[in-house]
């Protein structure tokens, strides 16, 4: 199992930061990569994020299940087709952080453990003569970037403002 560990502030409580983490439907302006969220639920646990993701000559659709909430605390979710993925969204009070004139300040964490190697080729139509080993060596270099430009965009929407993020990487595959 690989595992992705990130984290950044936001200026905000985790009160007003949880809404914006929990807010799947708006995922799509965060990231290129990600087309479309279809819901199935109302939100809460048990919920089901049907997630169209687009990358060069590869489309795929993840469905991604709310397995656990604790406002405004955690969200965990688990992807319930095709790869074995599990992960949370964690927000925690780091007051101490915020800079000179900002009230509070929140440490927003991003976590997934995944198994590249449980994708199931079936589901991706992959173009002719391409394995999937070969995606997945072409996609994980890609996380990090993609993460920092979610992580900017997400911070700007809770913020009202765009700024420099800082992105702290605890652990990459």
């Given at each position: 199992?690989?595992?992705?560990l990130l984290?950044?502030l936001?200026?905000?409580s985790?009160?007003e930061?949880?809404p914006y983490v929990r807010?799947?439907?708006?995922y799509?302006r965060y990231t290129d ?8 639920g109302?939100g ?6 049907d ?6 000559k590869?489309s795929y659709?993840?469905r991604?299940?709310?397995?656990a909430?604790?406002a405004p605390?955690?969200l965990?979710w688990?992807l319930?087709n095709?790869?074995d ?13 915020a ?5 509070t300040?929140?440490?927003?964490y ?13 589901a991706?139509?992959?173009p002719?003569?391409?394995?999937l ?7 994980e270099?890609?996380?990090l ?7 900017q965009?997400?911070?700007a929407?809770i913020?009202?403002?765009r700024r420099d993020?800082?992105l702290?990487v605890h652990?990459?595959p």
């Amino acid at each position: 199992m690989d595992r992705i560990l990130l984290s950044t502030l936001a200026y905000r409580s985790p009160e007003e930061v949880f809404p914006y983490v929990r807010s799947f439907s708006d995922y799509p302006r965060y990231t290129d990569h990600l087309k479309e969220v279809r819901v199935h639920g109302d939100g809460g646990v048990g919920s089901v994020y049907d997630l169209r993701l687009a990358w060069w000559k590869l489309s795929y659709t993840a469905r991604s299940k709310v397995t656990a909430i604790s406002a405004p605390d955690s969200l965990e979710w688990q992807l319930v087709n095709n790869l074995d993925a599990r992960g949370e969204w964690r927000v925690e009070p780091e007051p101490e952080s915020a800079p000179d004139g900002v009230e509070t300040a929140s440490r927003i964490y991003f976590e997934a453990v995944y198994d590249p190697h449980s994708a199931d080729e079936s589901a991706l139509s992959l173009p002719r003569f391409v394995s999937l080993d070969w995606v997945v060596r072409k996609v994980e270099p890609k996380l990090l970037s993609e993460a920092e430009s979610v992580v900017q965009r997400l911070v700007a929407d809770i913020e009202g403002q765009r700024r420099d993020v800082e992105l702290t990487v605890h652990e990459m595959p």
